[in-house]
C-alpha cells in the first residue's frame, strides 16, 4: 500500500510538473526577471501585484477545497493559466488519501491551473469511468 501510495505522489508531481513546464523554467530565472520589472513598474502596479499573490496562499486554499469534497460539496478552483488538472480521488475520508489530494492541489493551485475534483467514493468503476471523462474532455493533467 505505501509503495501504491508513493507511485502516485510521484505520478502526480510529474504530472503537475509537466502541464506547469513553462512556470518551472521561469521560476530558475525569477530574481532577474522580477528586479527588471520592478523597475519598471509604477509604485501602485507593484503594490496591486502583491496584493494579488499574497490574497491566495494555495496550501490553505488547497485545505479549504479538501473540507468541501469530504463534506461532497464542488470543490474546484478556476485559475487563469488556462491549464486544467483533473483530481480524481479513491476516497476523501482516508487520511492519506487526503494528504495527497492536498499536496496535488495546492501545486495546481499555486501555478493557476484551474482543478477539477472529483471522488469516485471507493469504487473502482466510478474512478475509471471519472477518468475517462476526464481524457474526454482533454484536461492537461
Do not use: H
Not at 36 to 55: D, L, N, R, Y
Not at 64 to 78: H, I, N, P, Q, V
Amino acid at each position: 500500500m505505501k509503495k501504491r501510495i508513493i507511485a502516485l505522489v510521484v505520478l502526480l508531481t510529474l504530472i503537475l510538473s509537466a502541464c506547469g513546464g513553462q512556470n518551472a523554467q521561469t521560476e530558475t530565472m525569477e530574481p532577474a526577471a522580477s528586479d527588471a520589472a520592478a523597475s519598471s513598474q509604477t509604485g501602485s502596479q507593484s503594490e496591486e501585484a502583491s496584493t494579488e499573490e499574497a490574497a491566495i496562499d494555495p496550501v490553505a486554499l488547497a485545505l479549504e477545497l479538501a473540507d468541501k469534497a469530504a463534506r461532497g460539496e464542488k470543490a474546484d478552483f478556476e485559475g487563469g493559466s488556462g491549464k486544467t488538472v483533473g483530481i480524481v480521488m479513491p476516497q476523501f475520508d482516508n487520511d492519506g488519501w487526503r494528504g495527497i489530494y492536498i499536496g496535488a492541489l495546492s501545486k495546481a493551485i499555486e501555478m493557476d491551473a484551474s482543478v477539477i475534483t472529483l471522488d469516485a467514493r471507493n469504487n473502482v468503476d466510478t474512478q475509471m469511468a471519472m477518468i475517462q471523462d476526464l481524457i474526454t474532455k482533454q484536461v492537461d493533467a
